[in-house]
């Protein structure tokens, strides 16, 4: 039989077969089917995303180390309570405000730290004793309007006409009560800051009450009304 009776054979027969050429893997698993990804998945967390989650990241820290360092003066977060034994009231003090020695009037002084202004900015408080006019009127609007009258006067020394006048109750452990604040205009336009920000609180019941005021004549940056509010609602009565 001649040569031509066997046909030669074919490529990659018997020698190895289409599947026997995949190179080995060696054990190694099979990539992840990426095909029912969304387009953002595929690319990955954008670099905005990871900026922020390292900036909260950061002050989280820095809030833990020294709140008064990264939060705002108005903030009344993380303060603690400074015990009045004078008047027997605990009030809160916000963050980056102390209390400070000899009051101009009252028994507690409180002053943003570090500002130049310091004194231009103030919360005051104490008991509502009858050597103050407003001690002689029952209602309590009318008893804050009044000391609100006094503080401006005798304690900012401002005058001028009331603007953007507002009362609201006041509810805390020491009683019930109420406050007033009001815009003080400035008689002299020319002179915008002479004006300023008057607020009064009296609360308590009959046998005592107490005050808290808070006045500033920088009304651009100094905290407002609500942010006052939330202090005299949180004043405490000794256990």
Do not use: C
Request: glycine share 10%; net charge negative; aromatic share 4%.
């Amino acid at each position: 039989m001649g040569s031509d009776d066997f046909p030669a054979p074919a490529l990659g027969s018997d020698s190895g077969s289409a599947a026997d050429s995949t190179p080995a893997t060696d054990g190694a698993p099979e990539a992840p089917d990426a095909s029912h990804l969304t387009p953002e998945e595929k690319s990955g967390p954008r670099t905005i995303h990871v900026a922020l989650a390292l900036l909260v990241a950061l002050l989280i820290v820095a809030v833990a180390t020294d709140p008064a360092s990264v939060l705002p003066r108005d903030s009344t977060l993380l303060g603690h309570h400074h015990l009045d034994e004078a008047s027997g009231l605990e009030i809160s003090v916000p963050v980056g405000w102390k209390i400070i020695d000899e009051p101009e009037f009252g028994t507690v002084q409180m002053v943003p730290v570090g500002s130049g202004r310091a004194r231009d900015t103030r919360i005051l408080a104490g008991v509502l004793e009858p050597g103050i006019a407003a001690a002689a009127i029952a209602d309590d609007q009318g008893a804050a309007t009044a000391l609100a009258e006094i503080i401006q006067l005798y304690v900012m020394g401002v005058t001028g006409s009331r603007d953007e006048q507002r009362t609201t109750e006041v509810r805390n452990d020491a009683g019930d009560g109420a406050a007033v604040s009001y815009v003080v205009v400035p008689e002299a336009p020319a002179d915008p800051s002479a004006g300023g920000l008057v607020y009064a609180a009296v609360f308590g019941s009959e046998n005592e009450r107490w005050w808290i005021a808070y006045v500033t004549e920088s009304q651009q940056s100094a905290p407002g009304t609500r942010w006052i509010d939330r202090i005299v609602n949180d004043v405490r009565l000794p256990e």
